[in-house]
């Protein structure tokens, strides 16, 4: 299957094109060493190490982290009862106000949310470790604990969830704690949304995905149906008439064309489905990846793309990003540690055209370009060439609407092509609310969570008020 | 470079560090290790009558402070476990060995005449330097009348401490419980048995924690516990008003500073406060004994900056400070001053003051940005929001210049007995 030339395509599982010319081959490096290289990045800290790391917490008043945090974690409170050994309180101070505090502790760009806002930085650069403390907390909780939280008592009412992502299952959770009787329509056989087939595989090791929606299940009343994709095999007026209300948690199914010439060649791929291919492989060693990658865009995917291709045994691979590094979407951060893999950033060029040999890609022209007044990349005519045995493209997901048409005319009111909602996560139908990627905002599992909690009290309200 | 050699009730060291009598100073073995790592002096661990005690197995308890190890530290040791005559022999060769560095003997026996003199002549014959009476242990030994149960009682301070003068040639150090009300009656006790000097403090009473799973104080001796006595870090401050106060009472008395004491700084104080040397024993148990190499040119590198040549020209210069609070200016006034662009905005200072003092600072936003603000006004000068702030020289306390006089309670209007002398 090859992926058709439009501006936007339906990101697909599983399409690979392989030629017998091109380098692109499994098993690159040993078994062992692919294994360490997809084992936890960050590995979590001892007690000890948390211990001290806690006392590093100033319990700041009005503290600055707390702000920065999407869902709004009481971070300060949940340090201090790390630093007390009151490590069920802190799990539990966490998970109250984001229920995917497992998760985030492991992909939040903390940088930039809490870890960025700590005094700490003010005073010496070096800000608490809030990512890896609650990590600390939230481990510990999971371990011991089946369910902390205990679902409300039934109210009779049912709420149907689109989408088994971070911002469809957060929703789902805090509607049985108040006691709602959920169904999630997930289009996927497995449940997690970019938590299970997108988040890179060395943040979230050893099933984690899984194992924390495991978790957040067990609180009850709340029933997945897989292989349930709306518009397809439902559609919103069915859902509207059999449920109470209904949230949608879609994500973006998109993702954006280069549009160039050569797009369909073998060897050129979605970076988001090779990144879902790598994060289904038991073993990682079996997926295969080109000698020489170049992977275009400058955002999370397209590190993870790049790092991944590396740790896979990628010889030599080249990030291109049409603007300056203060413009990618990756945070410095993320840039550097796509670097210290070996990751090679390339700014200011853009694809122009992908060389073929054999229908399958060998190169890549780019066009040098330079930012207009505006911040815009312009092309300056001059270009380059990169050989290549494989392209991933990665310029970005969008949200696709089609789901939400019926007779060709969307049911609801869209914004910057996301669907429109207010500040409580409701859309231009009463009864339909929305939230996490498929809604404007940043494109963040800590936001998608938020997304889904605000609508869950919303339609609680509504449902009870 | 400064000059740290010390003359301590005639016993002379090269500098004024001493390791206190406990584990560091238990055997010869330690002792070497302690003198070649440079330390001044020792106070051998306290002897006793043969036989030799028993101790149990589960010894210390610890306190950790967020992460800090052995913030306080607490023993239920006894005194040496060794056969008298094994230390002696060693205490003889080690004095021989190390002619330069102090070498006093702690001895604890039963309170007769009998047992004092018979431990005091073959202590002598060692060569040691002097000696120290163990009137401090709080645990173990008190229960059989010794240690702190001598010292809690000021007669036997007097005449224990008469008998070693009567009895032998050496120099005679009290060392003193902190387990007491007032520490000058035993300070002054012991002067009047003849003392030559005063060490303190012994540790003090404590338990350390609780195991809350085998529900038993620390440390544990198969599922029990007991009180043991207390020192590190934590008990600084118990020590320095002690050895403070009788600075203050007893002037130019001999005193030798125990307590906390791990630093250079630590020792300086000490000293300013009026101690003669000053004795180590948990910072060594905690980190070795080459801390005493920081200690020594510490001091000297702080004594060369500040112009003093010898030990004398600072010792005791904090006391005639020390006052009574009667004493102190109730018309001083100084004022929080918080330095905006240090700030880190944590807010510890507005909430210290908010909820626990005088609402003295208010916490704004400017442009979004937080900011806190010292209101004069109701700011008291207590200094609460300076401790709690974490960044060095954010928050000052500023003195205020005033026109007033100065005034003390004695002359305070508020003073009911000025009013009545008024009256009278
Ligand atoms: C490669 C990559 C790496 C990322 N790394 C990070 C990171 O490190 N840190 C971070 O914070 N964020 C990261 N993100 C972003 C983050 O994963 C998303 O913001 C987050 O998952 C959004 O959650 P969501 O629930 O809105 O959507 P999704 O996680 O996309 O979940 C949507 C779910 O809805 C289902 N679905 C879609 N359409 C239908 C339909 N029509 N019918 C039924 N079900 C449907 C999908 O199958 C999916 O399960 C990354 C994203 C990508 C692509
Ligand atoms: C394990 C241990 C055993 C001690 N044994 C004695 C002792 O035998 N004789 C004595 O006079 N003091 C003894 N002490 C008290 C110390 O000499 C010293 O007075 C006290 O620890 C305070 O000093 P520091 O804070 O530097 O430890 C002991 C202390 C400890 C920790
Ligand atoms: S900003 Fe930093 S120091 Fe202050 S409460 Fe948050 S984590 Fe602690």
């Keep these: 299957m090859t992926l058709a030339c439009a501006t936007v395509s339906i990101a697909t599982e599983g399409c690979r094109a392989v030629s017998d010319t091109a380098d692109i081959a499994a098993a690159r490096l040993p078994p062992e060493q692919v294994a360490a290289n997809f084992a936890d990045a960050h590995p979590p800290l001892t007690p000890h190490e948390a211990l001290v790391e806690a006392s590093r917490c100033y319990f700041c008043y009005d503290a600055p982290c707390m702000e920065a945090c999407p869902t709004g974690i009481d971070i300060p409170g949940f340090i201090r009862k790390i630093a007390t050994g009151n490590l069920r309180g802190s799990a539990l101070t966490i998970l109250e106000a984001n229920i995917f505090g497992g998760s985030c502790a492991r992909v939040c760009p903390t940088e930039i949310l809490c870890e960025g806002a700590c005094v700490r930085m003010a005073e010496e650069e070096r800000p608490v470790r809030i990512g890896a403390l609650q990590r600390r907390a939230t481990d510990w909780l999971m371990e011991h604990e089946a369910t902390p939280f205990a679902r409300g008592a039934p109210t009779g009412r049912r709420v149907a969830v689109v989408g088994a992502g971070p911002a469809g299952l957060s929703c789902a959770h805090r509607l049985a704690r108040h006691g709602h009787d959920v169904t999630v329509f997930e289009a996927r056989p497995k449940p997690g949304g970019l938590n299970e087939y997108g988040i890179a595989a060395y943040k979230v090791p050893e099933d984690f995905a899984q194992r924390e929606v495991a978790w957040l299940l067990a609180i009850g009343g709340i029933d997945i149906r897989h292989g349930q994709r709306l518009g397809r095999d439902f559609d919103l007026g069915t859902l509207r008439r059999e449920y109470d209300a209904v949230f949608l948690g879609l994500g973006q199914a998109g993702v954006r064309a280069l549009g160039v010439v050569g797009e369909t060649l073998g060897g050129v791929r979605n970076a988001v489905d090779f990144i879902a291919e790598l994060r289904q492989a038991h073993d990682k060693s079996a997926v295969s990846v080109g000698r020489r990658v170049v992977v275009i865009g400058g955002g999370n995917t397209a590190i993870d793309a790049a790092t991944q291709s590396r740790r896979l045994g990628a010889e030599d691979v080249t990030i291109v990003y049409r603007r300056g590094p203060g413009e990618m979407s990756a945070t410095h951060h993320e840039q550097e540690w796509a670097q210290t893999n070996g990751v090679r950033i390339r700014h200011h060029a853009a694809p122009h055209r992908l060389l073929a040999e054999g229908g399958h890609v060998s190169g890549i022209e780019f066009m040098r370009t330079k930012l207009d007044a505006s911040g815009r990349a312009v092309p300056t005519g001059e270009t380059f060439t990169l050989a290549a045995d494989m392209v991933l493209k990665a310029v970005g997901q969008v949200f696709v609407a089609d789901p939400l048409t019926a007779d060709g005319s969307l049911l609801l009111a869209t914004e910057d092509g996301r669907i429109a909602v207010d500040a409580q996560r409701r859309t231009s139908l009463p009864d339909v609310y929305a939230g996490g990627d498929c809604v404007a905002g940043v494109d963040l599992t800590v936001a998608a969570v938020q997304d889904g909690k605000i609508a869950a009290e919303a339609i609680h309200r509504q449902l009870m008020g | ?424």
């Design chain 2, 1 to 424: 470079m400064a000059d740290l050699s010390t003359v301590f009730a005639g016993i002379r060291s090269p500098n004024p560090f001493w390791l206190a009598s406990a584990p560091p100073t238990d055997k010869a073995y330690n002792v070497v290790r302690a003198f070649e790592a440079g330390w001044g002096g020792v106070v051998w661990k306290t002897l006793g009558e043969d036989p030799p005690i028993v101790n149990v197995s589960s010894r210390y308890g610890a306190i950790s402070y967020n992460g800090v190890r052995v913030a306080g530290f607490n023993n239920i040791e006894l005194i040496t476990d060794r056969p008298l005559q094994v230390n002696l022999d060693e205490i003889r060769r080690v004095k021989r060995e190390w002619p330069d560095r102090a070498v006093v003997v702690s001895l604890m026996v039963p309170c007769t005449e009998e047992a004092w003199k018979a431990i005091l002549k073959p202590v002598e014959d060692t060569g040691c330097d002097g000696i120290e009476l163990n009137f401090g242990c709080p645990h173990g030994m008190s229960e059989r009348n010794m240690g702190a149960a001598v010292g809690q009682v000021p007669e036997y301070v007097e005449m224990v401490a008469a008998w070693c003068k009567q009895h032998s040639r050496m120099p005679v150090i009290v060392k003193l419980t902190p387990n007491i009300t007032n520490i000058l009656a035993p300070a002054r006790a012991a002067k009047a048995g003849r003392a030559d000097a005063v060490s303190l403090i012994n540790t003090v009473t404590s338990i350390t924690g609780v195991d809350l799973d085998r529900m038993s104080p620390e440390p544990v001796v198969d599922g029990q516990g007991t009180h043991g006595g207390y020192c590190g870090p934590a008990v600084k401050p118990i020590a320095l008003h002690m050895v403070g106060d009788i600075a203050r009472d007893m002037p130019g008395y001999p005193i030798s500073g125990i307590g906390g004491i791990a630093s250079w700084r630590d020792a300086a104080e000490f000293i300013a406060l009026g101690a003669g040397t000053v004795q180590v024993c948990t910072a060594a148990m905690h980190h070795g004994f080459r801390i005493v190499e920081d200690m020594i040119d510490g001091l000297s590198n702080w004594m060369d900056a500040k112009g003093y040549r010898t030990l004398d020209d600072f010792r005791g210069a904090a006391v005639k400070n020390y006052v009574h609070w009667g004493d102190l200016n109730l018309n001083f006034k100084t004022l929080a001053r918080i330095d905006q662009d240090l700030c880190i905005k944590c807010g510890l200072c507005h909430i210290a003051c908010e909820d626990t003092s005088h609402q003295a600072i208010a916490a704004r936003r400017v442009d979004g940005k937080r900011r806190y603000e010292v209101i004069d006004a109701e700011c008291v000068g207590c200094n609460l929001c300076a401790h709690v702030c974490p960044v060095d020289g954010c928050i000052s306390m500023v003195p205020q210049p005033s026109s007033l006089p100065r005034l003390v309670w004695g002359q305070h209007p508020n003073n009911p007995m000025r009013v009545r002398e008024a009256a009278e």
